[in-house]
């Protein structure tokens, strides 16, 4: 089955410490997407990534890095700078044509930092 | 810059009856989507219904429909015959017809009385 899958559901960490988030896709899109969502609030864009080794930044980039090695994987490194990570972070992909413009979710991964 | 904007934070609606939830954008693109996201309890984003721009007819997709005035900005959803399964959060999305980033609202949470 095509899909998107990230790991672990749950995640903890003690503060200073980077954590990387996994996000893997097997429908051959070209985009991919991080989201950060934060309880009763909409989705923020963190990075997204059109085409293989590029990558843009979002809107909340600061605190967080990504790599874009391969069109597969797109994974997210939350890092000590980042002032507030706990959160729900969602990954997303999308086909890069003008037919479309709809993103499928993976299931999510919770982030607790303490 | 884009914007999106639910005036909603939350709805209720019998089951079996119907509920429109708002939505309003900002753009100066004559060419995109818009989009209807519904997050349920379990956090998976699942599209609802899509829209294009250019196309005046209203989408539907089963028991949901959508009221979108070009116009006025403004893109509502409808479900009809609601059941407890709708219950979930609501996000309205606008996307350009590319992979570029899509912008979400802040979400509509939908709570569905027995």
């Known amino acids: 089955d095509g899909g998107i899958t990230q790991s672990p559901k749950y995640l903890f960490r003690k503060e200073g410490q980077n954590v990387t988030l996994s996000c893997e896709q097997n429908l051959n899109h070209d985009a991919m997407y991080w989201y950060r969502q934060d309880p009763g609030q909409g989705l923020r864009l963190i990075y997204y990534s059109q085409i293989v080794n590029d990558f843009q930044k979002g809107d909340i980039a600061e605190g967080y890095s990504v790599s874009r090695e391969k069109k597969e994987s797109f994974p997210l490194t939350v890092t000590s700078a980042q002032k507030n990570p706990t959160a729900f972070y969602l990954c997303?992909?999308?086909?890069?044509?003008?037919?479309?413009?709809?993103?499928?979710f993976g299931p999510g991964t919770r982030l607790t930092v303490t | 810059a884009q914007t999106v904007t639910q005036s909603q934070p939350e709805m209720s609606v019998q089951e079996a009856e119907t509920v429109t939830l708002s939505c309003t954008y900002d753009t100066s693109e004559s060419d995109y989507y818009l989009f209807w996201y519904k997050q349920p309890p379990s956090r998976q984003m699942i599209l609802v219904i899509r829209q294009e721009a250019y196309k005046q007819q209203n989408a539907t997709e089963n028991r949901f429909s959508v009221n979108f005035q070009k116009a006025a900005k403004s893109f509502s959803l409808k479900i009809s015959d609601s059941q407890l399964g709708d219950a979930a959060m609501y996000f309205c999305?606008?996307?350009?017809?590319?992979?570029?980033?899509?912008?979400f609202g802040p979400g509509t949470s939908l709570s569905v009385i027995p």
């Open positions: 999305a606008y996307g350009k017809t590319s992979y570029d980033k899509v912008i």
């Open positions: 997303a992909s999308s086909i890069a044509d003008r037919t479309s413009g709809e993103q499928y």
